[in-house]
C-alpha cells in the first residue's frame, strides 16, 4: 500500500471514531444524578420524610434542599441551580408566561396534598373554640392576645391568613414574628398566653418523636367550621377535617417543577405522586391530593 493511500486511510478511521464517540450525557436522570430544590419552610417536617425514603430507595440520588420563606423558594427557581420547588400556591399566568420567554417552555405545577394553618395553643388556656371572625379580630389587634407568626412577611403562613382572614388588612402591634415554625411552637410553650399559627405538618403527625414532646405543652384548637350545614361545629385540623372542608384554614401543598425533560426533578415530583410518596403524606396526617386511601371493611365467614 502507498504512503498516501496508508495516511489517507488513517484519517478516514480517525474521523469515523471522533464521530462516534459522542460525549456522555451528562445529565441527571429519575434515578440517578444530584439536583438542588427549594421547599417551603412551613413543610419541613413531611419533605424531610420523603427525602430519606427516596434516597434510600434510589441510592444514586443526591438531592440538596434548601428550606426557606415562599417568597425565596419563587426567587429561587428564577435561578439555573434550582428546579423544583415545594410551595403553598402555584405559578399565576403572568408568572408562567415569563418563565416560559426565559426557558422556552412553560414550569408544570399541581398539588401533592394538602395540610392546614392550626392554632397553637397553650394546654393551660382554657378557651381552645375559636370562630374565624375572632381570630381575625386577633390577628388585627382588635383583641390583643399575643399571636405568634413564622415571620411577619413573604411566608406562605402570612400570604394565607392576610388573604383568607384579614382581606388584605394589616396585623395588629400584637402580631409577633419569629424566625421559622419551630420557634412558634416554642414560643407558644414559653408564653402560655399567646396563640401561635404553624402549619399542620409541624404539630400534627403523632409519629414524630419531636412533635410528641410538643404535644406534652401544646394543644390545636378548634375553629369554627364555615361550610358545615350544622351551627356551631368546630374542628382540629387533621387529615378527616381537611379531607371533608370542616377546617376552615386548609391549604394544598403544590410543586412546581422547572424541567423539561425527564430529570431527577422528575423523578422525585413523580416518587410524591404516587403510592409510596403519597402514603407519606397520610402517614404525616396530612390530606394526600393524588390517591385516596378508602378504608373497605369486610366480614369473615367463620367455618
Known sequence: MKKSSFLLLIVVLLAISCKNDKPADKRDTPVQGTIHISVDETFRPVIEEQLRVHKASFPNTNIQVTYESEADCFRSLQQDSTRLVIVARGLTEQEAEAYKKNLSFRPIYGILAYDAIALVISKERKDSFFTLRQL?????????????????????????????????????????????????????IKNPSAIGLVGSSWVGDLYDKEQQRYLKYITLARLECSLCEEKEVFAKPSQATITYGQYPLARPMYYVLKENWAGLGTGFMNFMSLERGQLIFRRAFLAPAKMNFNIRTGKIKEQ
Open 136 to 188: 381575625s379580630e386577633m390577628l388585627s389587634g382588635e383583641n390583643p392576645v399575643t399571636m405568634v407568626m413564622d415571620g411577619l412577611k413573604a411566608t406562605s403562613t402570612v400570604r394565607y391568613v392576610k388573604d383568607s382572614l384579614l382581606k388584605g388588612k394589616e396585623f395588629g402591634k400584637n402580631v409577633v414574628g419569629v424566625d421559622g415554625s419551630r420557634a412558634v411552637v416554642e414560643a407558644v
